[in-house]
């Protein structure tokens, strides 16, 4: 009797897991990212850095195995009162995944996205505060591979393994009156286990 009630739970997962990527599923993932860490200098003074990070993706499963989403992500952070930081994107990806045994999953896809980063520095000279501050603008366009977890029918683990990307970065420099602008064009690629990216998606 044991045999096939554990036969029946088995087959039942297999088949959540197979539904999970199915045409019309849903799927949202959450990133919360928050670090403070303290410094302290030859001359007994602290430094006390901040960053913050959320971000939130949004896909549809538009076919079986193939599902289309958006990210939105926002940043902040601090140095002290030396540095202030803001950061704002958005990326729209289209990923395929291959069922490689039961639940396990491999994928590929691609990714195209925009992030607008404005960054305040504040220097003293002679008791006076001198400001300077960057405004950057990223477009980057990507193509990446991994792996995915479907853990019954609203969970899935996700890991991007392989990275290479293409970007396009605008900057413009500004400090009382005066201005510099700077453009770059970058192209990277990672390979296995580097800048391994992980996220826990829900599905509905």
Excluded at 14 to 20: H, M, Q, S
Excluded at 36 to 57: F, I, V
Excluded at 172 to 193: E, M, P, R, V
Aim: charged letters at 15%; proline letters at 0%.
């Amino acid at each position: 009797m044991k045999k096939y009630v554990l036969s029946a739970a088995l087959l039942l997962c297999g088949a959540l897991g197979a539904y999970a990527q199915t045409k019309g599923t849903n799927s949202i993932g959450l990133g919360i990212e928050n670090s403070k860490n303290k410094h302290t200098l030859a001359d007994g003074s602290t430094l006390e850095n901040r960053y913050s990070n959320y971000s939130l993706r949004y896909a549809n499963f538009v076919k079986d195995n193939v599902k289309l989403g958006i990210g939105l992500s926002y940043g902040d952070g601090e140095q002290d009162d030396r540095s202030e930081t803001k950061n704002y994107g958005a990326s729209f990806l289209y990923q395929k995944y291959f069922p490689v045994y039961k639940k396990l999953y491999v994928f590929v896809g691609g990714e195209a996205g925009y992030s607008y980063t404005k960054a305040n520095n504040f220097n003293y000279v002679g008791g006076v505060i001198m400001e300077t501050q960057t405004k950057t603008n990223l477009y980057s366009l990507g193509a990446y591979g991994g792996a995915s977890y479907f853990l019954g029918k609203h969970w899935e683990l996700e890991a991007r393994i392989l990275n290479a990307s293409a970007g396009y970065i605008s900057s413009k420099n500004s400090q009382a009156g005066y201005s510099q602008k700077n453009t770059n064009f970058s192209l990277k690629t990672a390979g296995a286990f580097t800048n391994l990216g992980f996220s826990i998606n829900f599905l509905f």
